[in-house]
């Protein structure tokens, strides 16, 4: 199973950006997918959830700024980050769990300035 993820990078506070995720080698519609993110000197964190059948969850920290979405025809998981802010500075993987086991994409940037 191999995850690319897309769209990290420097945005001002207050702005969006649009992380995307590719899959492969699962069975991409039957996956939990989740989203996690790793601040400088901070553990990694869960920062969204989606199941398969389409349940969302979200940490605190996140919730009614961000958005997990899949489109389940491309292989690709997304998140949609609004009205960022510099505490959401940080690494973000993409994850999906496939017999049992975690995959992991190999992390985008976002970087939030003030």
């Known amino acids: 199973v191999q995850l690319q993820a897309f769209g990290g990078g420097l945005v001002q506070a207050g702005g969006s950006r649009r992380l995307s995720c590719h899959v492969s080698?699962?069975?991409?519609?039957?996956?939990?997918i989740a989203w996690y993110r790793q601040a400088p000197e901070k553990q990694r964190e869960l920062v969204a959830g989606?199941?398969?059948?389409?349940?969302?969850n979200y940490s605190d920290s996140v919730t009614g700024r961000f958005t997990i979405d899949r489109d389940n025809a491309r292989n690709t998981m997304f998140l949609q980050m609004n009205n960022l802010k510099p505490e959401d500075t940080g690494v973000y993987y993409c994850?999906?769990?496939?017999?049992?086991?975690?995959?992991w994409g190999r992390g985008t940037l976002v970087t939030v300035s003030s």
């Open positions: 080698g699962a069975v991409f519609r039957l996956t939990p």
């Open positions: 989606m199941d398969s059948g389409g349940s969302r």
């Open positions: 994850n999906v769990r496939w017999w049992s086991r975690d995959f």
